[in-house]
């Protein structure tokens, strides 16, 4: 059965020494067994490090983005190989700031999953609708468009690997969180839909987590809904002792 996962995405957050003191203070949170798995996405200065740190214990480094290319003249990237070769099991793609700012599309997300697989990364695919398109009715229209492009050309053995994110862009940073309702609506909807291209039986085996102002005070109720399997946090990981309440108080189903 799918694993409840808690992630932590620290964005463009936390020097050196925050991230080993916030990193080595989580480890020793999350030592129990019984909890969710755990990753944490620092920025990739420290990833190197981070993963040393976390090493044989219950934390897993994730980086918060790449290209798909293995190398080459692409000023200012990081390839897949070279996560790999620092020891990086996870990767966050297609996160809705990277689509803002950088001009991700879901063809590039596409890409990058792909070329994440091919690496033996793990990639954390995030997905989500604009409050301008959840107004206008297009929420599950959307979500569904940016699974079906981004798991183009992945196949049956590969769909198990990916852990997708449903983040609705209004919700990210904003302190506002999509109701549990509303949140399982779109978690199931990203099943439903990856259960159309690949069999409900792999899709079962898929985890889905939820993004958007999680906080120790919803984890419980969103961890709750059927096809809710944990959280990707933003804010609320930065500081290792809200992170930890956060894991301990996600559901296990
Ligand atoms: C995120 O950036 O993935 C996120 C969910 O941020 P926050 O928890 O701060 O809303």
Not at 110 to 137: D, F, S, W, Y
Not at 139 to 159: F, H, K, P, S
Not at 205 to 216: F, R, T
Request: proline share 3%.
């Amino acid at each position: 059965m799918r694993k409840t996962i808690i992630a932590g995405n620290w964005k463009m957050n936390h020097t050196g020494a925050e991230v080993r003191e916030t990193l080595s203070a989580l480890i020793g949170y999350v030592a129990d067994k019984g909890m969710p798995e755990v990753i944490v996405a620092p920025v990739f200065p420290y990833l190197g490090e981070a993963v040393s740190l976390a090493k044989e214990t219950g934390v897993r480094i994730a980086a918060q983005n790449m290209h798909w290319k293995d190398s080459g003249a692409y000023t200012g990237e990081v390839s897949p190989a070279m996560l790999v070769d620092v020891g990086v099991s996870h990767v966050i793609l297609g996160h809705s700031e990277r689509r803002t700012y950088f001009n991700e599309t879901d063809g590039t997300v596409n890409l990058k999953v792909k070329a994440a697989l091919a690496h033996g990364l793990m990639p954390v695919l995030c997905c989500g609708e604009t409050l301008e398109q959840r107004e206008r009715g297009s929420a599950t229209a959307v979500i569904e468009a940016q699974i079906a492009t981004a798991l183009d050309g992945i196949n049956r053995e590969e769909i198990d690997r990916i852990i997708v994110a449903y983040e609705p862009v209004w919700a990210i940073g904003t302190g506002k969180t999509a109701g549990v309702a509303e949140a399982q609506e779109a978690c199931s909807a990203i099943r439903r839909k990856i259960a159309g291209l690949y069999g409900k039986d792999l899709a079962a085996a898929v985890s889905v987590l939820y993004g958007g102002s999680v906080k120790a005070e919803n984890i419980a109720a969103l961890t709750s809904a059927p096809d809710i399997d944990g959280g990707l946090v933003g804010g609320a990981s930065l500081k290792a002792d809200d992170f930890a309440a956060i894991i301990q108080h996600a559901v296990i189903k």
